[in-house]
């Protein structure tokens, strides 16, 4: 099984940039869909991003469309997620996930279809 632990999160101003890396052990990482949630107090865990184990295939949400990058390094068992304009609607924790998957090319972005969490790290858009 994998463990997975996320960084970079901070505190930035509206428009800013931020850099989130989730890093990966214990597992061979190309085995591995993964994908970016968020998680904010009172609120369903929101789907962010996520990317195919092959890292070929990407999905946003249509809030971060344009604005949010994902992106997969197997060889470092790294997941990263560059965040730009950012709003204080992007305020929340953001955790990794990660589930395996045969398919090289397929994303998924059902919470409840990943086995592997991290403890998240938190975003916070001051407006």
């Known amino acids: 099984q994998v463990q997975l632990v996320e960084s970079g999160g901070g505190l930035v101003q509206a428009g800013g940039s931020l850099s989130l890396s989730c890093a990966a052990s214990g597992d061979d990482f190309s085995r591995y869909a993964t994908s970016w949630f968020r998680q904010v107090p009172g609120k369903e865990r929101e789907f962010v991003a996520a990317?195919?184990?092959?890292?070929?295939?990407?999905q946003y949400t249509d809030s971060v469309k344009g604005r949010f990058t994902i992106s997969k390094d197997n060889s470092k068992k790294m997941m990263y997620l560059q965040m730009n304009s950012l709003t204080s609607e992007d305020t929340g924790v953001y955790l990794c996930?990660?589930?395996?998957?045969?398919?090289?090319?397929?994303?998924?972005?059902?919470?409840?279809?990943?086995?592997?969490w991290g403890q998240g790290t938190q975003v916070t858009v001051s407006s």
């Open positions: 996930a990660g589930t395996v998957i045969g398919d090289p090319f397929v994303v998924v972005s059902d919470p409840g279809e990943y086995a592997y």
């Open positions: 990317i195919s184990r092959s890292g070929a295939t990407t």
